[in-house]
């Protein structure tokens, strides 16, 4: 038999304990209208139909819980070892680029970035002195360039010290950027004062010297000579020192300075005597000067022999006259600080003629190791050699004769 709600009078499901329509309870003792079974459709009389009894009023049934569905446990799985290998080779990778690029730099502390502008580092310029008149030049070279103008001795000129353009001399870039000067001819500390100037004289050293950086004791040495070496001579120092000029360039300075300017006053171009008193030779450039002279004196001798005399008496006569005659000859040299001027050829000697005094002279040759007595004469010569005030023609050539011959 069907069953219908009793609140709304929906029919029921069999065995519902709510009505599918309103949602109210069905009461297990809930009266509940049974319809029979109709078979014959023909409407019946009023008094035919049963009479229904409405239901009393039903409390409203209280509002149905609210249950959360239960959700289920996802199925466990077994490892991705796809996913895992995908892994491990990212993080190799990453290890990789850290060794190679990152971790060299993360080692040092770089500067902040700065969007400042740096200041250009100052370039430092200097003052320098001129130890020797020097060229300024257009060019940082002396090869193929101009000379524009001169830096004299104890004058200075500021720049910056660059390579020249060989690639190793240095040189001086003057700060008017007017020229560039050699660095050997410049020096921070300013040369001494020159109590004597002697002219860029030629002298030849008389014994074995140093050259000193600045004229003092404890100054470095530059270099060394040897005797017979030719110096250019600057000038003479207060403190006793000669300042000379080095071929390579610049200046240096040699001790005992009173005694070389001494020596060096004497004039002409210094020349080298090895005078013997034994056989009267003087060596070099002196020997050369007098075989001119014997060459002349031979030549005059000859001519008288072969001329044409009226008697031999006459001739005898003229080749006597021959012997007291004397070729000389004029010259401008130095020796050992003496000034010589002139050699004479006579007929059995020769002579020397110098522009200094007797003592001087004298002095100069003893200095030299020759022994010599009070009258001017070398000992221990079996031919004569002497050192003698100029007398006759002789005079006319100098003040004192070394004369030497038989």
Not at 121 to 134: C, Q, R
Not at 232 to 251: C, H, P, Q, R, S
Not at 282 to 294: I, Q, R, T
Not at 378 to 398: L, M, Q
Request: charged content about 20%; overall charge negative.
């Amino acid at each position: 038999m069907t069953k219908f709600c009793i609140s709304c009078g929906a029919a029921l499901n069999e065995g519902a304990r709510f009505c599918g329509s309103c949602g109210a309870p069905v009461p297990d003792s809930a009266p509940v209208a049974e319809v029979a079974e109709v078979v014959d459709t023909a409407p019946l009389p009023a008094s035919a139909l049963p009479s229904i009894t409405e239901p009393e009023p039903v409390a409203a049934a209280p509002e149905p819980e609210y249950f959360e569905p239960a959700v289920e446990a996802p199925e466990a799985k077994g490892p991705n070892w796809m996913l895992i290998g995908g892994g491990g080779a990212i993080l190799l990778l990453l290890l990789l680029y850290y060794v190679i690029f990152l971790r060299d730099d993360m080692g040092r502390i770089e500067p902040p970035v700065t969007t400042e502008k740096v200041a250009p580092k100052e370039v430092v310029e200097t003052a320098y002195f001129a130890v020797a008149d020097a060229n300024i030049r257009d060019k940082a070279t002396t090869v193929g360039t101009t000379i524009t103008g001169k830096l004299l001795r104890g004058a200075s000129a500021t720049g910056s010290i660059i390579t020249g353009e060989d690639g190793t001399t240095p040189w001086l870039e003057l700060s008017d950027g007017k020229g560039f000067i050699a660095m050997s001819n410049l020096s921070e500390t300013e040369p001494p004062k020159i109590t004597k100037p002697l002219g860029d004289k030629i002298w030849v050293a008389d014994k074995a010297m140093s050259i000193l950086a600045q004229p003092d004791a404890n100054a470095p040495v530059l270099d060394s000579v040897a005797v017979g070496a030719q110096l250019t001579l600057f000038g003479l120092t207060a403190n006793d020192y000669i300042e000379i000029k080095l071929k390579k360039g610049g200046v240096g300075y040699i001790a005992d300075g009173a005694r070389i300017a001494e020596l060096a006053a004497a004039k002409g171009k210094p020349i080298a005597m090895t005078f013997n008193p034994a056989s009267c030779s003087f060596g070099g450039e002196l020997e050369a000067e007098f075989g001119k002279l014997a060459a002349k004196s031979r030549a005059a001798y000859k001519a008288i022999d072969q001329a044409d005399f009226v008697s031999d008496e006459a001739r005898d006569k003229a080749l006597i006259g021959f012997e007291g005659k004397s070729y000389f000859q004029k010259l401008e040299r130095s020796f050992n600080g003496l000034s010589i001027t002139g050699v004479a050829q006579h007929y059995e000697s020769q002579s020397i003629y110098f522009a200094d005094a007797p003592d001087k002279v004298l002095a100069a040759f003893r200095a030299k190791g020759y022994k010599i007595g009070r009258d001017g004469q070398f000992a221990d010569t079996e031919t004569y050699a002497g050192i003698v005030a100029t007398a006759s023609d002789g005079r006319a050539y100098g003040k004192t004769e070394l004369n030497c011959g038989v």
